[in-house]
């Protein structure tokens, strides 16, 4: 026995990554109300050597996105990559690379509210990439 989702593949991957594009401006709005209502605790010291370690895993997530996006993800008009005829297959690829992306914007969260600062840099990283990766007809049949 097997359960299917209603609606085409295509149309569910659509939404779910309209839904994941729209929450980094959701981070960056709630990080500049915290910012804005008032002297919190912040850690000016851990901020810097964060922001490098964040910088460098969000370097280092990109990689992972393109190495998964290029291997299992259709690219365009390329016979290799996912099953055509297997649409779960295709959209947990495309989740997991979005997923992958959406978590250098909440990067920019945290260090927004360990160090008490605005790095925009995470938002627009993480919004830039899941712009790139939007689900096209041709990987999911």
Do not use: K
């Not at 209502?37 to 901020?47: E, Q, R, T, V």
């Not at 895993?57 to 365009?76: I, M």
Request: charged share 10%; glycine share 8%; with cysteine.
């Amino acid at each position: 026995m097997t359960t299917r989702a209603a609606g085409s593949p295509l149309l569910v991957a659509r939404l779910v990554w309209v839904s994941l594009l729209v929450a980094p401006a959701l981070y960056c709005v709630v990080l500049v109300l915290v910012l804005r209502s008032g002297p919190g605790s912040p850690s000016p010291a851990l901020g810097d050597p964060l922001r490098t370690i964040l910088l460098v895993l969000a370097a280092a997530q990109t990689l992972a996105v393109w190495f998964v996006w290029n291997r299992f993800v259709a690219p365009s008009g390329g016979g290799a990559g996912v099953d055509r005829a297997d649409p779960q297959r295709a959209i947990a690829m495309h989740v997991v690379c979005w997923a992958l992306c959406e978590a250098i914007a909440l990067y920019g969260l945290v260090i927004g509210l360990i160090a008490h600062r605005l790095e925009p840099v995470f938002f627009v990283w993480g919004f830039v990439a899941l712009l790139l990766l939007h689900p096209r007809a041709e990987n999911f049949g």
